[in-house]
Nanobody
Framework: VQLVESGGGSVQAGGSLRLSCAAS????????MGWFRQAPGKEREGVAT???????SYADSVKGRFTISKDNAKNTLYLQMNSLKPEDTAMYYC????????????????YRQGTQVTVSS
């Protein structure tokens, strides 16, 4: 299984970024997919998940600002991040899980190298 994230970068507070995660070796439509993040010195934090039926869930800290979506035909997962804040600065990881839910994905999900998001004030 390969997960390749892209779209990270540096942006000023209030700006937007769109992360993408292209997968090979799995079929997105069959798994729980999502994003978690980890900042230096902090614990891993689940950000958003999307289930095989399209149901989404978000961390309270990103609700109303982030939107998760997927394109099953392209096997690609997206995270649209708007109104970014300095506290959103972290390494963002795309992950896949056989168990639904943000907690399961954050704790047990399979992930790869991540993409850095830096938000300056």
């Amino acid at each position: 299984v390969q997960l390749v994230e892209s779209g990270g970068g540096s942006v000023q507070a209030g700006g937007s970024l769109r992360l993408s995660c292209a997968a090979s070796g799995i079929t997105y439509s069959s798994y729980s997919m999502g994003w978690f993040r980890q900042a230096p010195g902090k614990e891993r934090e689940g950000v958003a998940t999307i289930e095989d039926d399209g149901t989404t869930s978000y961390a309270d800290s990103v609700k109303g600002r982030f939107t998760i979506s997927k394109d099953n035909a392209k096997n690609t997962l997206y995270l649209q991040m708007n109104s970014l804040k300095p506290e959103d600065t972290a390494m963002y990881y795309c992950a896949v899980s056989v168990v639904a839910g943000l907690g399961a994905l954050t704790t047990f999900g399979y992930y790869r190298q991540g993409t850095q998001v830096t938000v300056s004030s």
